[in-house]
């Protein structure tokens, strides 16, 4: 079953501006991940927060965790064209045997 | 890319044929994933393999079966494909479990009819 839930579902932005992307969780985790995903391909892995970190950087993206309220978010700064794609949080816990747990994604567009 | 292929790309097949995709890494790493990828649903895992002839099942296992005779080959067989089959499937290897991600390969359309 889903474990990691993304809100918003899609999200549509100007080239330039920041997109915020929040995902909830249900159970204890021991880290959560960030994939990419652009139209017709394969999952890119961005971002790996382990559960005793609270905020991680690569690059223009930000994910922060809180443990407390079961959740995350992934900021994209200054948007380019090119960040158009899905995004998925997934999460990794010793009761699911480590194995990933994906929710159904957001869809950011990015407006030139 | 890493290096992960999966063939083939694209497949139409009718209900009640079987159906085999192939997965194969270049990586040399341990474990290797099967997901099918539906709208609304995000991934969800069908099985997953932890060495050779070392497999396991996912969520959503019934009417898959899989086989890992060599570290660089997965094979997913739809034994007598459905309708409800029709999906893109997607193989994911990684190095280990806890703490490392995963590494997806391009993808399987597959149609049922």
């Not at chain 1, 839930?5 to 880290?31: F, H």
Request: hydrophobic share 25%.
């Amino acid at each position: 079953s889903q474990q990691g839930e993304e809100d918003p579902q899609a999200l549509s932005i100007q080239e330039g501006e920041n997109a915020t992307m929040n995902c909830s969780y249900k159970t204890s985790i021991n880290n959560l991940q960030w994939y990419r995903q652009n139209s017709g391909r394969g999952l890119v892995h961005l971002i790996l927060i382990r559960s005793n970190e609270r905020e991680k950087h690569s690059g223009r993206l930000r994910v922060t965790l809180d443990t407390s309220k079961k959740s995350s978010s992934l900021l994209i700064t200054a948007s380019r064209a090119a960040d158009t794609a899905s995004y998925f949080c997934a999460t990794v816990s010793r009761s699911n045997d480590y194995k990933l747990s994906f929710g159904a994604g957001t869809t950011v567009t990015v407006r030139a | 890319d890493a290096g992960i292929t999966q063939s083939p790309r694209h497949k139409v097949t009718e209900t009640g044929t079987p159906v085999t995709l192939r997965c194969h890494q270049t990586e040399n790493h341990r474990y290797m994933y099967w997901y099918r990828q539906d709208p609304g649903h995000g991934l969800r895992l069908i099985h997953y393999s932890y060495g050779v002839k070392d497999t396991d099942k996912g969520e959503v296992s019934d009417g898959y079966s899989v086989s890992r005779s060599k570290t660089e080959d997965f094979l997913l067989t739809l034994e007598s494909a459905t309708s409800s089959q029709t999906s893109v499937y997607f193989c994911a290897i990684s190095e280990n479990r806890e703490l490392y991600e995963q590494y997806f390969g391009p993808g399987t359309r597959l149609t049922v009819t």
